[in-house]
């Protein structure tokens, strides 16, 4: 695609956001040689959740986001290099790449994350034994997002 077709350019823009939509994600980027495009979503909050009464779940959130937080400063953490979907098993009906309690060494692959119909091998950075798995098999991931801690 020409950079200077608008056209081709508008088409282009309205497929990555309907990608967005399906999948739940708030960015994609895609890019050819010397060109590339990024669509982006701003995070809203839905009228029926502005005026929902407290419950329980609701309840939980702030303490849920704090974990995140924890988990995000962890020195083990191993976070998403991109924004895609994860897949902990190499394929439906095997084994997953790790578990809890596996030891794994450097370069080991942890997961993958597909994006833009590529498989990208997310790998361990160091060795060491997994102690969590945050990533669920077939879920979109965000950039930065916490995938698995590493102790």
Excluded: C
């Amino acid at each position: 695609m020409k950079r200077e077709n608008p056209t081709e350019l508008n088409e282009l823009v309205r497929t990555l956001a309907d990608v967005l939509k399906e999948t739940g994600l708030t960015e994609i980027e895609y890019g050819a040689g010397d060109w590339h495009v990024r669509v982006s979503k701003a995070a809203t909050i839905a009228g029926p959740q502005m005026v929902a009464p407290a419950s329980a779940p609701a309840a939980a959130a702030p303490s849920e986001a704090a974990a995140g937080e924890l988990l995000a400063n962890h020195p083990g953490v191993v976070v998403s290099p991109m924004v895609g979907i994860a897949y902990t098993l190499p394929e439906p009906g095997a084994a997953p790449f790790v578990q809890v309690g596996d030891r794994v060494a450097s370069g080991d692959t942890l997961l993958l994350i597909e994006a833009m119909k590529v498989f990208n091998p997310i790998k361990a950075p160091r060795a060491g034994t997994v102690t969590r798995i945050l990533a669920t098999n077939g879920s979109p991931v965000e950039f930065g997002e916490p995938l698995m801690i590493i102790e």
